[in-house]
């Protein structure tokens, strides 16, 4: 028997964004994998940042939509020209698509490509029974990683494309604005390196996951910052907060390093002066090109908790009740059941 000729229902239940802030769960027909690409029958999502500002209409997301690119599943139907991919294997999906023809494609820069395509966001994602995705962005899972660690893997991987970006190294002082997940992943992998992390972050809730995870130090904020002014050597920014490169340029050291993960989404003053007399280097890390096997195995190895980050799951259902409360501080990652 072909095996491209599985028995799949003709229709699957997603969620979709219809207009700003408006999310309704919709019956429509399974998409048909065309040559290269694989359907894939999901089993957990993850809500990430860009699904809570798709929602917001703050991302220019090609209306209707079926949002989200986190995730893991099961490999349902495969298109032509694909191998290596068989029906019931486990996958995750790498989820935004570069158009492997351009100069920056070519020099390994895909994840900055200009007609890159972002899966929930360009086309439809992964809150729904079944998405399609080229074979080529799919990454098997080792079958000891349970789906609620490996839909991880897409946040540990921009994680570790941030510090291919600016390594930390022992010893160094470390400072992580944000304690979101991306922030408490990079705690943990900066740990590791054995790095002194200290955490920043408007909630206490999350500053104690932070020292939990291996944070030596948290900021909270009813801490006056001038106190930490010229100390750290190295800064991941992950929060997006508008005033977190101001308050990352000051709290840098002479030469120090800071790495720019999150997206304000708006225009931020940046004070120059102290740039040049520091003697500051500024780097921005866009996603990931490559990250996703070495995410894989920082899972596989046990390398990174990630339970406590998981802090709610949630039936498909209630996706547009959690991008809602998205800013809740009690919530880090909430999963999705689908
Ligand atoms: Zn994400
Ligand atoms: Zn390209």
């Not at 992390?197 to 500053?207: K, P």
């Amino acid at each position: 028997m072909d095996r491209i000729q599985i028995n799949l229902g003709r229709e699957m239940t997603a969620a979709v964004l219809e207009d700003r802030q408006s999310i309704r769960l919709q019956r429509m027909a399974i998409p048909q994998p065309a040559a290269g690409e694989v359907l894939v029958k999901i089993n957990l999502g993850g809500i990430c940042g860009s699904d809570r500002s798709a929602y917001e209409g703050k991302i220019g997301a090609a209306l209707p939509v079926i949002p989200g690119h986190e995730a893991v599943g099961r490999v349902a139907r495969v298109g032509d020209a694909v191998s290596g991919l068989d029906k019931g294997q486990r996958v995750t999906i790498q989820p935004n698509f570069a158009c492997n023809s351009c100069r920056l494609c070519h020099s390994g820069h895909g994840n900055i490509c200009g007609s890159k395509v972002r899966l929930g966001v360009d086309i439809d994602g992964v809150f729904a029974e079944y998405v399609k995705v080229p074979a080529r962005y799919l990454w098997p899972i080792p079958a000891e990683l349970t789906d609620e660690i490996a839909v991880f893997t897409e946040p540990l991987a921009v994680c570790l494309h941030a510090m291919r970006q600016i390594p930390p190294t022992s010893g160094i002082r470390i400072l992580i604005f944000g304690a979101g997940v991306i922030g408490l992943l990079t705690t943990q992998l900066a740990a590791r390196e054995g790095a002194q992390v200290t955490a920043i972050d408007l909630s206490e809730n999350r500053l104690a996951l932070a020292r939990q995870l291996g944070a030596s130090q948290t900021i909270s904020p009813d801490q006056p910052l001038d106190a930490h002014y010229d100390q750290f050597d190295v800064i991941y920014e992950t929060s997006g907060a508008t005033v977190a490169l101001d308050q990352a340029i000051r709290l840098a050291t002479d030469r120090g390093r800071i790495c720019l993960l999150g997206l304000p989404g708006s225009e931020t003053p940046v004070l120059v002066d102290l740039i040049v007399r520091k003697e500051l280097q500024i780097r921005g890390s866009m996603i990931y090109t490559d990250e996703f096997p070495d995410a894989l195995k920082h899972l596989q190895a046990g390398h990174i908790q990630t339970p406590a980050l998981a802090t709610d799951i949630i039936p498909l259902k209630d996706l547009a009740d959690a991008l809602a409360a998205f800013r809740d501080p009690g919530r880090v990652k909430t999963l999705v059941r689908i």
